[in-house]
């Protein structure tokens, strides 16, 4: 199975406001990151399959809006914690993949690089579609 991820394919999804962040950031101290800072990714869930219909890039901030996820991830602490979610939508085979790649603070928001990977031109047709997910808190 080669892949080929595609040039031009990477997309940045904003993610939260600085203001809710700083407010949590207050309540725990300088966890904050500095501007420019990668953020840590603590877990992911990835697949081939999901039962996701359209492409989506979800930002997910309690356990009501979790209960959409494509997976199960693990305990979340959402006093701490978001999970973000993204889905390519249905794709015509499970070697198409989306990744999230980095969480970064950039000014006043925090940004995520979402890189799409695709099959090699000369891929065989799969007789199986698919609909590709990544999950990260």
């Keep these: 199975m080669s892949r080929h991820v595609g040039t031009g394919c990477r997309m940045v999804l904003l993610l939260v406001m600085l203001g809710t962040a700083c407010q949590r950031a207050e309540r725990f101290g300088d966890t904050f990151p500095a501007d420019g800072a990668t953020l840590k990714i603590l877990r ?3 697949g081939a399959f999901s039962n996701l ?3 989506v890039k979800w930002v997910m901030h309690d356990r009501r809006s979790l209960a959409r996820a494509p997976a199960e991830i693990g305990p979340v602490d959402f006093e701490r914690e ?3 979610v993204v ?5 015509p085979s499970p070697e198409y993949g989306v990744r999230i790649q980095r969480v970064y603070r950039a000014g006043p928001v925090l940004k995520a690089d979402v890189e799409y990977s695709y099959p090699a031109a000369d891929a065989a047709p799969s007789p199986v579609a698919a609909s590709p997910y ?4």
């Design 44 to 46: 992911d869930q990835a």
């Design 53 to 55: 219909r359209r492409p």
């Design 82 to 84: 978001m999970v973000l």
């Design 87 to 91: 889905g390519a939508g249905p794709t």
């Design 134 to 137: 990544h999950m990260v808190v």
